[in-house]
């Protein structure tokens, strides 16, 4: 029942910027702390971003620092990821994530590369 269907990933140029969305359903969305993860090729998934369910404490990986945002739309049951400054490095399938489900969505692939 819960779900989660991230979208807006594609392939960007090394210093790009791309948007990524989460659409969400079947759980108290205005009360979950909301969560994004990435995995790389080879590598265990990771923390990325995370948003309080106020949305005003907001928490991020060292690595994207400075370079991500993150953001929620509570009526329209969302959370979006603003990634700027990108590097190859980032590459990786990017997931949303509730804090409180083991839901897990197909996740969306960011490429960055030249």
């Known amino acids: 029942q819960v779900q989660f269907v991230e979208s807006g990933g594609g392939l960007v140029q090394p210093g790009g910027s791309l948007r990524l969305s989460c659409s969400t359903s079947?759980?108290?969305?205005?009360?979950?702390?909301l969560k994004w993860y990435r995995q790389a090729p080879g590598k265990e998934r990771e923390f990325v971003a995370r948003?309080?369910?106020?949305?005003?404490?907001?928490n991020y990986a060292d690595s994207v620092m400075g370079r991500f945002i993150i953001t929620r739309d509570n009526a329209r049951k969302m959370t979006f990821l603003q990634m700027n400054s990108l590097k190859p490095e980032d590459t990786a399938v990017y997931y949303c994530k509730a804090n409180d489900y083991t839901t897990w969505g197909r996740g969306t692939q960011v490429t960055v590369e030249s």
């Open positions: 079947g759980f108290l969305f205005g009360a979950a702390v």
């Open positions: 948003i309080d369910a106020t949305g005003r404490r907001k």
